[in-house]
């Protein structure tokens, strides 16, 4: 039976020539593609309307009911692997993907406050990777950096397996500079094909 894969594209630029989180989702999508042992799906956020919108007050009640969140949660559950890229803006994750994020933590359906009840969906025997770019340097360990805030809606969800590729220091290190976004993705594919593959 072959492993199904979600690659989801949350990185900032549509160029994969300024971003390497997209350029290394990217050819991790076309690696899979090529082999029968895998069922490949793709989704680029910045192509969703409703991901472009903010959680408040005034859409409450409709913004977990949007067409595309229940897609998207059939889109996981269907799913083996969730392969996600995003940046590090600010201090935290990209707007699209937090706001992602924020769409698919429902009460009751992808998690719930209390113990005895299980929520709708079961995400717990999924494996979410996370493929992140920082201009300077990130330390996972570090309570304020945004991969500590992932990990967390990643559990709150009830993915048990999550992994992450770090790529930093894309703006301060000449040699990852010079070297482009496409040619350090193809640098490092086979190390996180094979984590992604474990």
Same mark, same amino acid.
Do not use: W
């Given at each position: 039976? %072959?492993?199904? =894969?979600?690659?989801?594209?949350g $990185?900032?630029f549509?160029?994969? #020539?300024?971003?390497?989180? /997209?350029?290394l989702?990217?050819r ?16 680029d956020l910045?192509?969703?309307e409703h991901y472009?919108?903010?959680?408040h007050?005034?859409n ?5 009911n ?7 949660l059939n889109q996981?559950?269907?799913?083996d692997?969730?392969i996600?890229?995003?940046a ?5 994750? %990209?707007?699209? =993907?937090?706001?992602?994020?924020d $769409?698919?933590a429902?009460?009751g #359906?992808?998690?719930?406050? /209390? ?9 717990s ?15 996972p ?8 805030y ?8 009830g ?5 992450c ?8 290190d000449p ?8 040619a350090?993705?193809?640098?490092i =594919?086979?190390?996180v ?6």
């Amino acid at each position: 039976m %072959s492993k199904k =894969l979600l690659f989801i594209d949350g $990185s900032f630029f549509k160029d994969e #020539k300024r971003s390497f989180s /997209k350029a290394l989702l990217n050819r991790l999508a076309n690696h899979f593609e090529r082999h029968s042992d895998f069922q490949v799906s793709k989704v680029d956020l910045n192509e969703i309307e409703h991901y472009k919108s903010v959680l408040h007050e005034n859409n409450l009640d409709s913004y977990y009911n949007d067409p595309d969140v229940q897609n998207f949660l059939n889109q996981i559950n269907n799913h083996d692997q969730i392969i996600i890229s995003s940046a590090i803006i600010n201090c935290s994750l %990209s707007p699209i =993907l937090r706001n992602f994020l924020d $769409s698919v933590a429902i009460p009751g #359906k992808t998690f719930t406050y /209390k113990k005895d009840q299980k929520p709708e969906y079961d995400f717990s025997q999924k494996k979410v990777h996370l493929i992140i770019e920082s201009g300077g340097e990130n330390d996972p360990r570090d309570l304020t950096s945004p991969l500590y805030y992932f990990r967390n809606v990643m559990i709150l969800l009830g993915f048990q397996n999550f992994a992450c590729t770090i790529i930093e220091n894309t703006d301060v290190d000449p040699e990852i500079k010079k070297m482009g976004s496409i040619a350090y993705s193809e640098k490092i =594919l086979d190390e996180v094909v094979a984590e992604i593959s474990k």
